[in-house]
């Protein structure tokens, strides 16, 4: 088999499978008082300090959540309901994942003016833009590092800086699932105040999140019940899945460098032997993470190379995997020509992955253009 889907989803490590067998032995309540609750509580509050020495954190601001669509569905909504009360607009991108975008597309048909920064004719997002949308009644600006289709970087870090000096009352929120331990992402570089994390993309469990919120920011919850994580997200926590994601970062953290240095030899092998081959394009070209490249297949659909791909054991998307299918709107936006925007594959890397399997893929395009019938 090879797997080249990775930003839809990884596949857990053996430490990960691991801790969350673990978590799942060790089954106590971590509210509960009595020696479980607390060697459970115990495994929850390390991890979380294995999770936050990653992010470059302090413990006490990260909360766990079931996924990374719910950190952002929090912060969000949060930012409206506390400094949406007085500034009514929010400034984000229209390349967002679909768990920004919605909420976005919500809180405009509650009375939200939301400015949506578009990339230029270059097929970039340009952090004068970003700065520039944002103004004294600005609430919010959410924006993602790394895009999630195409892999192209936001220039979040340069937009959060100039937008904190001029607007300090205004929320900098950043989507960084496919940015977190794959390029070198702090807290006080990045400048943001909230951080969506997810646990699935650096080979944890699926089912846990992270979300990131500054000291001193006060964001309120969605879920309210028992007081669990400090009364920020109540319900019990599920002790495995916080252990394997704690799992997942401590094996990862200290090799980022390492494993971007291989993902890109990897990237720029399938970017040399796609300009080699008449009819397959490298759908976006500089300031992208080498985990993701968006090509296209001329004349041939997504979803009939995805299949032709699955049959020879080699897994690709066509797109976001939370778009099942949906036709997305991002590729568009990047500027990707008409003829090319059904012919798209998301190929996404990890450390594991090799140049070999580059090679059979290629094969395979290959075969797939003398074999299968063309878009009409």
């Avoid at 001029?166 to 943001?192: E, N, R, S, Y």
């Avoid at 998301?346 to 090679?359: G, K, L, Q």
Wanted: hydrophobic share 40%; glycine share 8%; aromatic share 6%.
């Amino acid at each position: 088999m090879i797997y080249f889907d990775n930003a839809a989803t990884t596949k857990p490590s053996d430490a990960v499978i691991k801790a969350v067998i673990s978590g799942l032995e060790q089954f106590g309540n971590p509210s509960s008082l009595h020696r479980l609750g607390l060697e459970a509580e115990q495994q929850r509050e390390q991890a979380r300090k294995i999770i936050a020495d990653a992010l470059g954190a302090l413990p006490e601001e990260i909360f766990f959540t079931s996924c990374a669509t719910e950190s952002s569905n929090t912060a969000i909504f949060g930012a409206a309901a506390s400094v949406g009360k007085r500034k009514k607009k929010i400034v984000t991108t229209s390349v967002e994942h679909p768990s920004v975008a919605a909420c976005c597309d919500k809180l405009e048909q509650e009375g939200f003016e939301i400015v949506r920064v578009q990339p230029r004719e270059d097929g970039k997002i340009y952090a004068e833009d970003i700065i520039s949308a944002a103004d004294d009644n600005t609430c919010l600006v959410s924006c993602m590092l790394v895009n999630n289709e195409t892999g192209s970087i936001i220039p979040v870090e340069r937009a959060f800086a100039a937008i904190r000096k001029k607007h300090p009352q205004t929320l900098l929120h950043c989507d960084c699932v496919q940015g977190f331990l794959k390029l070198p992402i702090k807290t006080k570089k990045l400048g943001a105040d909230i951080i969506s994390l997810s646990a699935h993309k650096i080979h944890g469990p699926k089912g846990i999140g992270a979300v990131w919120i500054r000291k001193g920011v006060h964001i309120p919850s969605l879920l309210l019940g028992g007081g669990q994580e400090r009364g920020f997200r109540s319900g019990t926590e599920s002790v495995p899945l916080i252990m394997g994601f704690g799992a997942a970062c401590g094996e990862l953290a200290s090799t980022v460098g390492e494993r971007f240095e291989k993902v890109s030899r990897l990237r720029d092998r399938l970017v040399r032997l796609c300009e080699q081959t008449e009819g397959i394009f490298v759908n976006i070209g500089s300031e992208c993470s080498p985990y993701i490249v968006s090509l296209s297949v001329e004349g041939l659909k997504s979803e009939v190379l995805l299949h032709f791909l699955e049959q020879r054991e080699i897994y690709v998307s066509s797109g976001s995997a939370c778009s099942k299918g949906k036709k997305s709107t991002v590729i568009k936006e990047f500027g990707v020509p008409d003829k090319l925007r059904d012919s798209v594959l998301r190929i996404s890397f990890c450390a594991e992955n090799t140049e070999a399997e580059i090679d059979e893929l290629m094969t395979a395009l290959r075969e797939a253009q003398s074999s299968l019938a063309r878009i009409r």
